[in-house]
């Protein structure tokens, strides 16, 4: 788990810090320069634009990791306060589960790449296309607790002494969602930061203009045989990154909560 | 209910593993012909060459139909299924006799009827086409083998037009299906052309069939061009459309496949490298690049901004950037294709010495107020993609406020046809191309004309303008119709129709055991052999 | 008479669930229908290619019938789908039941040889991590299934052809063999992709198996197994696994999910002619018919596997009931 926490503070270190660290403007184009195999003057190497790599590399930190903790905050986020409720008022439920169901049907990528046709490449509508398919498993989540613990005697008494619901909410019910979820929300930065990628290779992702690993990648993918430096160094980046998180998850799931750990 | 259970299912899906894929399986026998393997540029989505203009589905329409006449290597239109032609002493009165043989696929004998139908539909939909069709006065077919054209007036492109190589190019269909409504597609694919469609193996997307026509009747001549004797020397042509081009460029090192149409330049090393492979250019005219500009809205509706731009116009930078190798692209300011007849520098002051300084005081002088510049990048296509990212930084290098929107191919041909300002789903500039043999001279070329509504996206207008083109078609001497298409070229670049950002010559790649291939803007498989 | 009660049960039980899926299905439709009308890009200005004009654009639409209102184009749609017909592509202008029938082959099997091996390879591999729990042999499984989890699908493809295809030159770049033309061809091009695919399920699959395997080997009756003096291994095999494989069923009906985005990606890099591209293709140029013959077609699979999946569950675990 402490493996995990470094690496992902090391990359948004180097996200935050991106302008000092010896890059240089990463859209710039230098056609003259173009694929250069990594060397002195460019780290990284070039594109074939003649962009340097290293900067690239760097400055992708921000998207990916951008994308992935806003779709991780997002779905869990919306997923809450859908999951809560379901659980909570019956007559939703049976409306929002079937709702849930269907798009959990529909296969996330399509619906992401089918979501962003619908109103173009963006950075926010990327994020939101991403997020979408996440939500419906958080809301379960949410709801499968909600519905055990309104079962638990010590809410039934509260119910009983006239506790309003919001309070019970609030008091009773958030506390035990809050650990599976932060677990969840690590699951899913880490899929949706993959899933970025994949839109990009796709061609449905990022806008191009704003370097992420995935595009960057999608952008080098004829180029693989002869300048392999270009997928090489962002897929390096994103791979690390993503199994930070996914350890760090793990690690977080582990101490949080060692009965989920078995479910998993 | 548990243990037993289980078996069973096991049992079941195991059953329905083995099963599937010999009841699913689309059988294909290998064959002992002799077969081309084809990569192609594109995928093949439909096979009307009149109802769409993309380049695959005339590729795919050569080789399955023939056209009246035809372009050979000097871009002089040849004779094709026709036999011999007149024309009256007042040159309104074309007669022409075809050739004896000619036979649909379905076996039936072509007609004088089937051809005039085809010309209709052709010149419904084609620009050059719809020019010709404009001052014809009406068809005869006196008997079943001569087709007789009547013109309102002399006419200085008849040939051309009917022999134009690139699309819309005028097909012959038989006559029922070239009744069909010209905005709805042909059902099925019957011409007279040297091989035959394989409807039944065709699978969009992924692999088209055509199969040799063995009653297919070709000229003596030697092939030139689309020109000459079209001679089918493989049994089988098969297109496997390979998206990724990694992928593409390995399966014809690996001898998958046999020709690859359109390899990226910079893998032509790895293709070189290879054994067995050979790397070509068969295409004398290349593509020329189109900084294309809407006239209709700020700040390009004021010429002398709109000429700014042009002064950014490095075509090294943009070629560069776009190919990478120089010995796939030059750098030619005429906006006739390079290589043609027409290919001029008249008018080139403007354009000949790319300076961002210069650009810059331009649009000082212009009294450019800061209007955003929207330009529709199109990113799944290498080289507009790469276009639009050279224009766009050297544009805000020249003062320009720039706003880059990057699209597929597919979103923006529905936003470069709104009228409306940028800001309400319209634009301001975007990238395409043409092929040579599309520019080769003022008529044919869509892009230099300025017809204001009815010009092609960008609207740009100018009455003297297509003055000057109508001259043209209607010139009948060829000192004359160069003089005229001098001029054309000078007012289009004084008016800034468009950009032209360089020439480029995409090569092919082939493994070496395949030859005949034709020296031509665009490529045919009759002629060309593979020795297993 | 308990048997013919129990059967009883587990029919009203599947009809159900059967009952159960039409609604989820309505909701599919309706959200796949709205996504695509409600979307920029027509069809007919591509159609119409370079030279039209806007009029010439219009006529188009109308023939494509895109200018009825919305809820009459949808009860259009769901109308035929009822009755099987899925519609005409708008670009090859061929029925998409057709395209779909000729791209079914490559991405099923692909699809079968991708679970198949991820079963075969994660199952053993979980359960020697939960055996060996604690050892290095079972971090270094973790470890692997991790990174399986990480790596971009595509950057895996492209390192597995690099080194097998280009340096080694055992197997072929691309393309796919159909088992019709002989089976070692098959093989020979359905390996490598479908060990790109696996990855994930790998990962997935190794890391569920040893966790119900070490939650399981806690359990009572293994213990009371062990006291009987059954050997270690067969005190796995028959319990652990047993039970272990209602997590495992569920997990590989949720990677259906996962299987068919990480299909579309396989199939573009290895050039594998199956229904991922297709859709794909169909999206960028908004080809409506087959994009919603498709996306409902691939939820209809997932419904469908969720259902059998559930069906297995009480099957396989008569304590779960519903």
Same mark, same amino acid.
């Given at each position: 788990?402490?493996?995990?926490?470094?690496?992902?503070?090391?990359?948004?270190?180097?996200?935050?810090?991106?302008?000092?660290?010896?890059?240089?403007?990463?859209?710039?184009?230098?056609?003259?320069?173009?694929?250069?195999?990594?060397?002195?003057?460019?780290?990284?190497?070039?594109?074939?634009?003649?962009?340097?790599?290293?900067?690239?590399?760097?400055?992708?930190?921000?998207?990916?990791?951008?994308?992935?903790?806003?779709?991780?905050?997002?779905?869990?986020?919306?997923?809450?306060?859908?999951?809560?409720?379901?659980?909570?008022?019956?007559?939703?439920?049976?409306?929002?589960?079937?709702?849930?169901?269907?798009?959990?049907?529909?296969?996330?990528?399509?619906?992401?790449?089918?979501?962003?046709?619908?109103?173009?490449?963006?950075?926010?509508?990327?994020?939101?296309?991403?997020?979408?398919?996440?939500?419906?498993?958080?809301?379960?989540?949410?709801?499968?607790?909600?519905?055990?613990?309104?079962?638990?005697?010590?809410?039934?008494?509260?119910?009983?002494?006239?506790?309003?619901?919001?309070?019970?909410?609030?008091?009773?019910?958030?506390?035990?969602?809050?650990?599976?979820?932060?677990?969840?929300?690590?699951?899913?930065?880490?899929?949706?930061?993959?899933?970025?990628?994949?839109?990009?290779?796709?061609?449905?992702?990022?806008?191009?203009?704003?370097?992420?690993?995935?595009?960057?990648?999608?952008?080098?993918?004829?180029?693989?045989?002869?300048?392999?430096?270009?997928?090489?160094?962002?897929?390096?980046?994103?791979?690390?990154?993503?199994?930070?998180?996914?350890?760090?998850?793990?690690?977080?799931?582990?101490?949080?909560?060692?009965?989920?750990?078995?479910?998993? | 209910?548990?243990?037993?259970?289980?078996?069973?299912?096991?049992?079941?899906?195991?059953?329905?593993?083995?099963?599937?894929?010999?009841?699913?399986?689309?059988?294909?026998?290998?064959?002992?012909?002799?077969?081309?393997?084809?990569?192609?540029?594109?995928?093949?989505?439909?096979?009307?060459?009149?109802?769409?203009?993309?380049?695959?589905?005339?590729?795919?329409?050569?080789?399955?139909?023939?056209?009246?006449?035809?372009?050979?290597?000097?871009?002089?239109?040849?004779?094709?299924?026709?036999?011999?032609?007149?024309?009256?002493?007042?040159?309104?009165?074309?007669?022409?006799?075809?050739?004896?043989?000619?036979?649909?696929?379905?076996?039936?004998?072509?007609?004088?009827?089937?051809?005039?139908?085809?010309?209709?539909?052709?010149?419904?939909?084609?620009?050059?086409?719809?020019?010709?069709?404009?001052?014809?006065?009406?068809?005869?077919?006196?008997?079943?083998?001569?087709?007789?054209?009547?013109?309102?007036?002399?006419?200085?492109?008849?040939?051309?037009?009917?022999?134009?190589?690139?699309?819309?190019?005028?097909?012959?269909?038989?006559?029922?299906?070239?009744?069909?409504?010209?905005?709805?597609?042909?059902?099925?694919?019957?011409?007279?052309?040297?091989?035959?469609?394989?409807?039944?193996?065709?699978?969009?997307?992924?692999?088209?069939?055509?199969?040799?026509?063995?009653?297919?009747?070709?000229?003596?001549?030697?092939?030139?061009?689309? =020109? $000459?004797?079209?001679?089918?020397? &493989?049994?089988?042509?098969?297109?496997?459309? @390979? %998206?990724?081009?990694?992928? +593409?460029?390995?399966?014809?090192?690996?001898?998958?496949?046999?020709?690859?149409?359109?390899?990226?330049?910079?893998?032509?090393?790895?293709?070189?490298?290879?054994?067995?492979?050979?790397?070509?250019?068969?295409?004398?005219?290349?593509?020329?690049?189109?900084?294309?500009?809407?006239?209709?809205?700020?700040?390009?509706?004021?010429?002398?901004?709109?000429?700014?731009?042009?002064?950014?116009?490095?075509?090294?930078?943009?070629?560069?950037?776009?190919?990478?190798?120089?010995?796939?692209?030059?750098?030619?300011?005429?906006?006739?294709?390079?290589?043609?007849?027409?290919?001029?520098?008249?008018?080139?002051?403007?354009?000949?010495?790319?300076?961002?300084?210069?650009?810059?005081?331009?649009?000082?002088? =212009? $009294?450019?107020?800061?209007?955003? &510049?929207?330009?529709?990048?199109?990113?799944? @296509? %290498?080289?507009?993609?790469? +276009?639009?990212?050279?224009?766009?930084?050297?544009?805000?290098?020249?003062?320009?406020?720039?706003?880059?929107?990057?699209?597929?191919?597919?979103?923006?041909?529905?936003?470069?046809?709104?009228?409306?300002?940028?800001?309400?789903?319209?634009?301001?500039?975007?990238?395409?191309?043409?092929?040579?043999?599309?520019?080769?001279?003022?008529?044919?070329?869509?892009?230099?004309?300025?017809?204001?509504?009815?010009?092609?996206?960008?609207?740009?207008?100018?009455?003297?303008?297509?003055?000057?083109?109508?001259?043209?078609?209607?010139?009948?001497?060829?000192?004359?119709?160069?003089?005229?298409?001098?001029?054309?070229?000078?007012?289009?670049?004084?008016?800034?129709?468009?950009?032209?950002?360089?020439?480029?010559?995409?090569?092919?790649?082939?493994?070496?055991?395949?030859?005949?291939?034709?020296?031509? %803007?665009?490529?045919?498989?009759?002629?060309?052999?593979?020795?297993? | 008479?308990?048997?013919?009660?129990?059967?009883?049960?587990?029919?009203?039980?599947?009809?159900?669930?059967?009952?159960?899926?039409?609604?989820?299905?309505?909701?599919?439709?309706?959200?796949?229908?709205?996504?695509?009308?409600?979307?920029?890009?027509?069809?007919?200005?591509?159609?119409?290619?370079?030279?039209?004009?806007?009029?010439?654009?219009?006529?188009?639409?109308?023939?494509?019938?895109?200018?009825?209102?919305?809820?009459?184009?949808?009860?259009?749609?769901?109308?035929?789908?009822?009755?099987?017909?899925?519609?005409?592509?708008?670009?090859?202008?061929?029925?998409?039941?057709?395209?779909?029938?000729?791209?079914?082959?490559?991405?099923?099997?692909?699809?079968?040889?991708?679970?198949?091996?991820?079963?075969?390879?994660?199952?053993?591999?979980?359960?020697?991590?939960?055996?060996?729990?604690?050892?290095?042999?079972?971090?270094?499984?973790?470890?692997?299934?991790?990174?399986?989890?990480?790596?971009?699908?595509?950057?895996?493809?492209?390192?597995?052809?690099?080194?097998?295809?280009?340096?080694?030159?055992?197997?072929?770049?691309?393309?796919?063999?159909?088992?019709?033309?002989?089976?070692?061809?098959?093989?020979?091009?359905?390996?490598?992709?479908?060990?790109?695919?696996?990855?994930?399920?790998?990962?997935?699959?190794?890391?569920?198996?040893?966790?119900?395997?070490?939650?399981?080997?806690?359990?009572?009756?293994?213990?009371?197994?062990?006291?009987?003096?059954?050997?270690?291994?067969?005190?796995?095999?028959?319990?652990?696994?047993?039970?272990?494989?209602?997590?495992?069923?569920?997990?590989?009906?949720?990677?259906?999910?996962?299987?068919?985005?990480?299909?579309?990606?396989?199939?573009?890099?290895?050039?594998?002619?199956?229904?991922?591209?297709?859709?794909?293709?169909?999206?960028?140029?908004?080809?409506?018919?087959?994009?919603?013959?498709?996306?409902?077609?691939?939820?209809?699979?997932?419904?469908?596997?969720?259902?059998?999946?559930?069906?297995?569950?009480?099957?396989?675990?008569?304590?779960?009931?519903?």
């Amino acid at each position: 788990m402490v493996l995990g926490a470094a690496l992902l503070v090391l990359m948004t270190a180097m996200a935050a810090f991106a302008p000092w660290l010896f890059t240089t403007d990463p859209i710039q184009l230098n056609p003259i320069e173009r694929l250069r195999p990594p060397g002195a003057e460019q780290w990284f190497g070039t594109d074939m634009f003649g962009r340097d790599i290293y900067s690239r590399t760097v400055y992708g930190a921000r998207i990916s990791l951008a994308v992935g903790l806003a779709a991780a905050v997002l779905s869990v986020a919306i997923g809450l306060a859908i999951g809560l409720l379901a659980g909570y008022v019956r007559l939703l439920d049976a409306i929002l589960m079937r709702v849930m169901d269907g798009l959990m049907a529909i296969p996330g990528i399509l619906l992401a790449i089918a979501l962003i046709s619908l109103s173009g490449a963006s950075l926010g509508t990327v994020i939101i296309a991403i997020t979408i398919p996440e939500i419906p498993r958080v809301v379960r989540l949410v709801r499968a607790i909600v519905l055990t613990i309104r079962e638990e005697p010590y809410v039934e008494a509260a119910i009983a002494a006239g506790t309003r619901l919001p309070l019970i909410l609030l008091r009773h019910v958030l506390p035990n969602t809050i650990a599976p979820l932060i677990v969840q929300a690590t699951y899913v930065c880490g899929s949706a930061m993959l899933t970025e990628a994949i839109l990009s290779f796709l061609g449905a992702g990022t806008p191009p203009e704003i370097p992420s690993w995935g595009n960057i990648m999608s952008e080098g993918r004829t180029y693989f045989q002869i300048s392999p430096w270009i997928i090489f160094f962002p897929g390096v980046a994103l791979a690390l990154t993503v199994l930070g998180v996914n350890v760090l998850g793990d690690g977080l799931r582990d101490t949080l909560d060692p009965r989920i750990a078995r479910k998993m | 209910m548990t243990r037993p259970s289980i078996r069973r299912v096991v049992r079941l899906l195991g059953a329905v593993a083995v099963a599937l894929p010999l009841t699913l399986a689309i059988g294909h026998k290998a064959m002992a012909q002799s077969v081309l393997r084809v990569i192609p540029h594109a995928d093949l989505k439909n096979i009307d060459p009149i109802w769409t203009t993309a380049y695959i589905t005339r590729n795919h329409a050569y080789l399955v139909m023939d056209t009246l006449f035809a372009m050979d290597a000097n871009l002089q239109p040849q004779p094709q299924m026709v036999d011999t032609w007149t024309v009256s002493d007042d040159k309104k009165t074309w007669t022409f006799v075809l050739r004896d043989g000619l036979k649909w696929h379905d076996g039936a004998p072509v007609t004088s009827q089937d051809c005039i139908a085809s010309l209709k539909r052709w010149g419904a939909r084609d620009g050059m086409g719809q020019q010709l069709m404009s001052v014809v006065d009406g068809f005869e077919a006196p008997d079943a083998k001569t087709i007789v054209m009547k013109l309102k007036e002399p006419y200085g492109l008849v040939l051309e037009s009917i022999g134009k190589i690139s699309s819309n190019v005028p097909f012959m269909m038989p006559k029922r299906l070239a009744d069909t409504d010209p905005f709805k597609q042909i059902p099925e694919v019957i011409g007279s052309g040297p091989f035959k469609f394989s409807a039944k193996d065709w699978v969009p997307g992924s692999k088209v069939v055509y199969v040799k026509n063995e009653d297919y009747v070709p000229r003596k001549e030697p092939p030139s061009a689309a =020109a $000459g004797g079209k001679i089918a020397k &493989v049994d089988r042509v098969e297109w496997h459309y @390979i %998206p990724d081009p990694s992928t +593409a460029m390995n399966a014809l090192i690996n001898g998958e496949v046999d020709y690859y149409e359109t390899p990226p330049p910079d893998l032509v090393p790895v293709l070189r490298a290879a054994p067995g492979v050979v790397v070509e250019i068969l295409d004398p005219l290349g593509s020329q690049g189109m900084l294309r500009m809407n006239h209709l809205h700020p700040p390009f509706d004021n010429q002398k901004i709109r000429q700014a731009v042009l002064k950014t116009i490095d075509q090294e930078e943009y070629m560069r950037a776009a190919i990478g190798n120089p010995e796939f692209y030059r750098t030619c300011l005429s906006y006739y294709a390079c290589g043609s007849p027409l290919e001029t520098l008249a008018g080139t002051e403007l354009t000949s010495d790319p300076s961002i300084e210069a650009a810059k005081k331009m649009l000082t002088e =212009a $009294g450019y107020d800061g209007t955003p &510049v929207v330009i529709l990048q199109m990113t799944d @296509i %290498p080289i507009t993609n790469a +276009a639009s990212l050279v224009t766009a930084q050297r544009l805000r290098n020249a003062g320009f406020k720039v706003e880059l929107q990057a699209m597929d191919w597919a979103t923006v041909t529905s936003r470069r046809a709104v009228k409306e300002p940028p800001a309400k789903g319209g634009w301001n500039i975007f990238h395409t191309w043409w092929i040579g043999g599309d520019i080769s001279n003022p008529v044919v070329h869509t892009g230099i004309g300025a017809g204001g509504d009815k010009a092609w996206f960008g609207w740009p207008k100018d009455d003297k303008l297509e003055q000057l083109r109508r001259d043209f078609a209607r010139a009948t001497d060829p000192a004359k119709q160069k003089e005229l298409a001098d001029a054309v070229q000078t007012r289009a670049i004084e008016i800034v129709t468009h950009g032209n950002f360089g020439t480029w010559f995409n090569p092919v790649a082939y493994r070496d055991n395949v030859s005949g291939l034709i020296k031509s %803007p665009v490529q045919f498989f009759w002629n060309v052999e593979v020795k297993r | 008479m308990e048997q013919a009660d129990g059967r009883g049960a587990m029919l009203r039980f599947i009809a159900h669930r059967l009952l159960a899926t039409i609604p989820v299905v309505g909701v599919v439709a309706l959200f796949v229908f709205l996504l695509l009308h409600l979307s920029p890009g027509d069809p007919a200005t591509v159609i119409a290619g370079d030279y039209a004009s806007p009029a010439d654009v219009q006529r188009i639409r109308a023939t494509l019938g895109l200018d009825d209102p919305l809820p009459i184009q949808f009860g259009n749609w769901v109308g035929r789908l009822l009755q099987g017909d899925l519609g005409i592509s708008i670009f090859s202008n061929l029925p998409v039941s057709r395209l779909i029938g000729q791209r079914l082959e490559p991405t099923l099997l692909l699809a079968l040889v991708t679970i198949t091996l991820s079963v075969a390879v994660a199952v053993p591999l979980g359960v020697l991590a939960a055996w060996k729990s604690g050892t290095w042999i079972d971090r270094a499984v973790m470890i692997f299934a991790v990174v399986g989890f990480s790596v971009p699908v595509f950057v895996l493809g492209y390192i597995l052809i690099f080194v097998f295809s280009l340096e080694f030159k055992w197997l072929p770049v691309q393309g796919y063999r159909s088992p019709a033309d002989g089976l070692w061809p098959f093989l020979r091009h359905i390996i490598l992709p479908a060990i790109t695919l696996s990855a994930i399920y790998i990962a997935l699959i190794a890391r569920i198996t040893r966790a119900s395997v070490l939650e399981v080997l806690e359990e009572d009756y293994v213990r009371t197994a062990r006291a009987k003096g059954q050997s270690e291994g067969k005190v796995l095999m028959f319990h652990a696994l047993r039970n272990a494989a209602v997590p495992i069923v569920t997990v590989i009906g949720i990677g259906v999910a996962l299987l068919i985005g990480g299909v579309v990606v396989t199939e573009s890099v290895y050039n594998i002619p199956g229904l991922g591209r297709l859709v794909v293709d169909a999206i960028l140029k908004r080809d409506y018919p087959i994009i919603q013959g498709l996306i409902m077609m691939f939820s209809m699979v997932y419904i469908l596997v969720n259902l059998v999946i559930d069906i297995l569950y009480t099957m396989l675990d008569p304590r779960i009931r519903y």
